[in-house]
C-alpha cells in the first residue's frame, strides 16, 4: 500500500485571477504545526531523498512544476505537482525524492509537527529495514 492520496480542489475564479481554499476535514487532514517553501531549485538537483517516521505533510507547487517520487520500499510511484489546485497528502513512512524543478518552481509544504531530525531516515538501506522489507 502506498500511503498518500490527491486532494483535487476546486478554484474560485474570475477574471481577476484564481483563489484556492484549504479548510478542515477532507482538505486539511491534519493540525498544521509548520509551513515551508522550497524555490531557486536547480533543474538537475534532486531533493528529499527521505522519509519520516511520524510527518504528514501536504505538498503543493504554487508556480512550476516539479516530480515527488514516492517509495514504500516495494514499489515505487511519480507524482507531477504542476497546478495549485493539486495537493499530494504523504503520510508517515514513505521515501521521497523531488526532482524536475522547473525554473521558477515554488514547491510549498505543510505540516503536521514541528522540524525534528529524529523523525527523519536519511538511507535507504535503514528506510527498507524501518518498513520491513530489507531483511533478505
Ligand atoms: P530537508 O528536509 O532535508 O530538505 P529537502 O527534503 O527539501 O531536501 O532539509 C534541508 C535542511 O534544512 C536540513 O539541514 C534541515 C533544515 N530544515 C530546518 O531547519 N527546518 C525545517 O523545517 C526543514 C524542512 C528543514
Redesign the pocket.
Same mark, same amino acid.
Given at each position: 500500500m502506498m500511503n498518500y492520496s490527491i486532494i483535487q480542489i476546486p478554484s474560485i475564479s474570475s477574471e481577476t485571477g484564481c483563489l484556492f481554499v484549504l479548510e478542515k476535514q477532507e482538505r486539511l487532514p491534519f493540525e498544521i504545526k +509548520?509551513v515551508?517553501y522550497?524555490t531557486n531549485v536547480k533543474n538537475d538537483a534532486q +531533493?528529499?531523498?527521505?522519509a519520516h517516521k511520524q510527518l504528514k505533510q501536504l505538498m503543493i507547487c504554487l508556480g512550476g512544476s516539479c516530480d515527488i517520487v514516492l517509495d514504500n520500499g516495494v514499489s515505487r510511484t511519480t507524482i507531477t505537482l504542476d497546478m495549485p489546485g493539486k495537493i499530494l497528502y504523504i503520510q508517515p513512512c514513505l521515501w +521521497?525524492e523531488?526532482k524536475n524543478f522547473t525554473e521558477n518552481a515554488t514547491l510549498m509544504?505543510f505540516?503536521s509537527e %514541528?522540524?525534528d %531530525?529524529n523523525d527523519?531516515i +536519511?538511507d535507504y538501506e535503514e528506510f527498507k529495514k524501518h518498513v520491513g522489507q530489507g531483511i533478505i
Open positions: +509548520r515551508y522550497i +531533493r528529499g531523498n527521505h +521521497r523531488i509544504v505540516a %514541528e522540524y %531530525e527523519y +536519511r
